[in-house]
């Protein structure tokens, strides 16, 4: 058995929600624009919220290597408690 996908779909309320495919009515994340953003951002809404998306994976990653390196430094200095 596969790993799901994770995609990003717009709902019929204009808002757009990240999923796993197989399970389809459950939202990871939803992003709300108001209605003054979109029609700022038009055609442009999903890549947007696909840059927004990919911008908080990204940081998620780096704090968790921060944390793995305060962790060996605490522990290399004998500091872990």
Not at 10 to 37: C, V, Y
Not at 45 to 73: F, L, N, S
């Amino acid at each position: 058995m596969s790993d799901p996908i994770i995609e990003l779909i717009k709902l019929e309320n204009g808002d757009i929600a990240l999923r796993h495919s197989d399970a389809p009515d459950e939202h990871l994340l939803t992003i709300n624009f108001s209605e003054q953003i979109r029609n700022f951002l038009e055609f442009d809404q999903m890549e947007v919220a696909r840059a927004m998306v990919e911008a908080g994976m990204d940081k998620y990653r780096d704090i968790q290597v921060q944390r793995i390196e305060e962790v060996k430094e605490a522990t290399d200095s004998g500091r872990l408690h």
